[in-house]
C-alpha cells in the first residue's frame, strides 16, 4: 500500500506525515509526499524536529506531485482550508481524504512560538498517523469504510 501525503509546498506538513509514517508503519506500506507547487527544499526546522525525535531525515526533499515514483493508493491533503490556503486535489482514481493542518512555517513570533507551531503540526500528524495503522486490517478491503474512517481521523 502506498500513501501520499500531499500539499502546496512540499517543505513542512507533508514531509513530517511522509517522514513519521514511514518510520512507524509496518513493512509494505509506504508513504510518500509531494507538493503541487513545492518550495524546492524542506523546511530546517522540519529536518531538525524529525532529527528531535528519532526519525531519520536522509532522502526527504520537496518535490512535485508530477514527479512521483509509483502512484498511491491513498491520497491525504495537509493543508488548512479553514485557514483560507488552497488544497491541490490529486487527479486519479484513488482514495482521497483530507487531514488539515496549519502550516507551521507560517508562523511567527519568538523562537520558543515558532517551534511550538511546528511541534504542534507533528503532533496532530503523528496522533493521526497512529491511529491510521492501528485500523482493522478489514477496513482496507472495503474502499467505502475506509474513506469514512480517513474522514474520521481527520478531524482528531
Known amino acids: ?12 506538513r507533508s514531509i513530517l506525515a511522509e517522514a513519521t509514517f514511514n518510520h512507524l508503519a509496518p513493512e509494505g506500506v ?8 513545492p518550495t ?8 531538525a524536529l524529525l532529527r528531535a525525535k528519532g526519525i531519520r531525515t ?3 526533499f520537496s518535490k512535485s506531485w508530477d514527479n512521483l515514483p509509483t502512484t498511491p493508493d491513498i ?11 488552497a488544497c491541490p486535489a490529486y487527479l ?8 488539515g493542518v496549519e502550516d507551521p512555517a507560517k508562523v511567527t513570533g519568538s523562537e520558543e ?5 511546528f511541534e504542534n503540526a507533528y503532533l496532530i500528524l503523528r496522533r493521526r498517523i497512529e491511529e491510521f495503522l ?8 472495503n474502499p467505502q469504510a475506509l474513506t469514512i474512517q480517513l474522514n474520521r481521523i481527520g478531524q482528531l
Do not use: Q
Request: include cysteine; proline fraction near 2%.
Open 1 to 12: 500500500m502506498r500513501i501520499l501525503f500531499l500539499c502546496t509546498g512540499n517543505s513542512c
Open 30 to 37: 509506504v508513504a510518500m509526499s509531494a507538493g503541487s507547487h
Open 40 to 47: 524546492g527544499e524542506v523546511h530546517p526546522r522540519s529536518i
Open 58 to 60: 536522509e532522502g526527504y
Open 75 to 85: 491520497v491525504i491533503t495537509v493543508c488548512a482550508n479553514a485557514a483560507g490556503e
Open 92 to 99: 486519479g482514481n484513488v482514495i482521497r481524504a483530507h487531514w
Open 113 to 117: 512560538e515558532i517551534n511550538e507551531g
Open 134 to 141: 492501528s485500523l482493522d486490517i478489514k477496513t482496507f478491503e
